[in-house]
């Protein structure tokens, strides 16, 4: 969780920065792509602030009415991080990309302005805050990807893809595909911003603005769909849960496992369930101490498991 919230934190204060720092740009200069990157900044640095909010919730201890805690608040906060700030943010900035294309007329400030007693050329603003923005978001991509990376490192994932497909800390993988996609954005903002300025065609700067929203609508549907799997309560990977499978079956006295079932109930956090036929000759207390033996084997291989429940079959 510590991890997390760093990672969160980290990104926070970079987008923020950046945000106001690129509006900046667009208010100099007119270019449809600074303002794609002010929505884009904005919407990384509200997401930030329903992340946390997630983190925060969902730490509460369980209650009567949540027996088992709030750990898909997290999962809750990213799906509206996904659908009212990314969705929000790449609409608006690809119908003005859009719209600068149709109407092709991009403002480009020409004059020079003075700041400090010195005389610059806007575009001069939109370069800098750019190169900023694209060090702010490495640094920000660098600790979002320690976090997966520990995790890969915990659970022997040997590649992002798998790690994207099985964890359950939606709080890390959002801010690490964020980060890239802000990376990437601001790459392309520059290009294309550049493009028009030494080509004389403002059509780069705007085509730069659609993309940016294009890329900021793939990534909220791409976000939202691995929240549900969440939501809706994705077991284990098959693979891991027959590992798990095989410490209950092969625990002893065991007879037969009759029915295995695991659910995650938080980030990182485990339901285990199953339905175990005994040996006929045990007695009940020899049974009880079988079951917390296969608990803390269950626990020990997994630190995700938080909780178990195992019903004896007769």
Do not use: C
């Not at 945000?19 to 740009?25: D, M, P, Q, S």
Request: glycine share 8%; no cysteine.
């Amino acid at each position: 969780m510590a991890s997390s919230t760093s990672v969160v934190l980290a990104a926070l204060f970079a987008n923020g920065a950046i945000a106001i720092l690129k509006f900046g740009g667009f208010a100099l200069t007119g270019s449809p792509a600074m303002l794609s990157e002010t929505y884009h900044s904005i919407s990384d640095t509200g997401n930030q602030i329903f992340l946390l909010i997630g983190i925060k919730y969902g730490a509460q201890e369980a209650t009567r009415e949540h027996p088992f805690g709030h750990g898909k608040a997290q999962f809750f906060y990213s799906l509206l991080v996904s659908v009212m700030l990314f969705g929000i943010a790449g609409w608006e900035s690809a119908r003005h990309g859009y719209s600068a294309l149709q109407e092709g007329d991009v403002h480009r400030a020409s004059e020079d302005i003075t700041l400090l007693g010195a005389q610059f050329d806007p575009i001069l603003v939109n370069y800098t805050v750019l190169l900023g923005a694209i060090a702010f978001e490495s640094y920000a991509l660098w600790k979002a990807y320690q976090g997966i990376s520990r995790q890969m490192d915990e659970h022997g994932w040997t590649s992002l893809r798998e790690a994207f497909s099985k964890t359950s800390d939606v709080t890390t993988l959002t801010a690490l595909t964020e980060d890239s996609i802000a990376l990437a954005g601001a790459g392309i903002a520059l290009f294309g911003v550049y493009l028009s300025r030494t080509t004389g065609n403002p059509m780069y700067d705007a085509g730069s603005a659609l993309l940016i929203g294009i890329m900021l609508m793939g990534f909220a549907i791409a976000l939202a769909w691995e929240n549900k799997r969440l939501i809706l309560g994705e077991s284990l990977s098959k693979s891991a849960e027959d590992e798990l499978r095989r410490i209950v079956a092969d625990a002893d006295g065991v007879a037969e496992l009759v029915d295995f079932r695991t659910v995650y109930f938080g980030a990182e956090e485990l339901l285990v369930t199953a339905d175990v036929a005994f040996d006929p000759g045990l007695d009940t207390a020899t049974i009880d101490d079988r079951i917390t033996e296969i608990e803390r084997a269950l626990r020990a291989h997994d630190d995700q498991v938080q909780k178990v429940y195992i019903e004896p079959e007769t």
